[in-house]
């Protein structure tokens, strides 16, 4: 059976003066692969991959151009007009999809990104939502301490990112998880850390045991004071903003780390900062 928004493995059956006409193993149905959409050089016989969608009238066509999305998918996408009914994306094909305006919950800006969940809408035409949230799966195949790539799609206002695992599922990482400069857009690896109740997966970017980052800490630490005389402005009364952008670190670590540098008698603390002994 042809999927509609997915890549489909189709044979080359004839060629007209407009284009080649294409046909699924053991099908009937025939469907047109324009002359504008081909790319390379192509015989009849020829079984290859074809990404399929419908036209202006609602004829399903083929085509060799990688789109930007597929259905299932999130993606940033470019709004290149706004309708009536709704606004229209870039995809990377001939057509561009439309984003019902049902589906839309903030104003969309014309040459703006954003991201959008790609779907088949009630007529199988390919269509686009903001709405990711609730695209997204809770129950997952996953559990803790199996790896993951996740793509961040957006943040919550307590810093966390929000995350769809495989496209699919939703995932969350603490601010206190992630210590790399995050954006949207971004694809990152991490491991599942525990499941929330609703089945949100929570992913750590962290690779490293406790120990073993906190040990690391504390050389990060000792590092810094060597380098500045000995001493340095920052201690466990220090704002967690303070230590995240000289650390990359979260303060309840930076704490831990020196609690382990002051139990070596390596260093102490007062009302200026840490001094190494």
């Known amino acids: ?17 407009f284009g080649y006409y294409l046909r699924e193993e053991g099908g009937v149905e025939e469907i047109l692969l324009p002359n504008s959409s081909v790319k390379g050089d192509i015989a ?5 991959d074809f990404f399929v969608y419908k036209d202006s009238e609602d004829r399903p066509i083929a085509t060799m151009k ?10 940033s996408l470019k709004v290149v007009s706004k309708t009536r009914i709704g606004a229209f994306v870039d995809i990377g094909l001939e057509k561009d999809i439309l984003v019902p305006l049902k589906e839309t919950e903030f104003p969309l800006e014309e040459n703006e990104y954003y991201f959008f969940y790609v779907y088949l809408d009630k007529t199988e035409r390919i269509a686009a939502t903001p709405r990711i949230d609730k695209k997204l799966e809770y129950v997952s195949p996953y559990n803790p301490g199996d790896d993951v790539t996740a793509l961040v799609y957006d943040f919550s206002e307590a810093e ?14 603490l601010k206190n998880e992630y210590f790399v400069n995050l954006k949207k857009g971004d694809e990152v690896k991490g491991k599942v850390k525990k499941i929330y109740e609703d089945g949100t997966l929570s992913i750590t970017l962290r690779t490293a045991t406790h120990r ?20 340095m402005p920052y201690c466990d009364k220090s704002s967690p903003d303070d230590i995240r952008k000289q650390f990359n670190t979260s303060k309840n670590y930076f704490k831990n780390a020196l609690g382990g540098l002051m139990k070596k008698k390596l260093i102490k603390q007062d009302e200026n900062g840490t001094t190494l002994l």
Request: glycine fraction near 8%.
């Open 1 to 17: 059976m042809i999927k509609i928004g997915e890549i489909n493995k189709l044979e080359i059956i004839k060629i007209t003066a």
């Open 44 to 48: 009849v016989g020829d079984t290859l």
């Open 66 to 75: 990688t789109p930007l999305a597929k259905v299932g998918d999130i993606a």
């Open 160 to 173: 966390s990112a929000l995350v769809a695992v495989d496209n699919k599922y939703r995932g969350l990482i």
């Open 212 to 231: 073993d980052e906190r040990l690391s800490l504390e050389d990060t630490i000792l590092e810094y004071l060597k380098s500045h005389n000995g001493v």
